[in-house]
């Protein structure tokens, strides 16, 4: 559904470029370069899985590891 959405001019995502390969391949998408601004983001998952495990393991993972590779990207 995300690849749908940034397909049909709807927004942003970051998805692996296996995911995309033929639309990549067709070039009817646009990897962006380097910016010199952050890129607001959001991570999302269902509110009935947030006491999961993974869930809250993955989301712990993100908030440490998500600013610092911004952190880097905008230095």
Known sequence: MIKQAVLNNVGYAI????????????????ILEKVNEPIVTSAIHLKVRADETNIRTFTAFLQKEWLTAQEKLFV
Request: proline share 0%; no cysteine.
């Open 15 to 30: 998805l692996g470029a296996d995911i995309l390969k033929n639309e990549l391949r067709e070039e009817a998408i646009t």
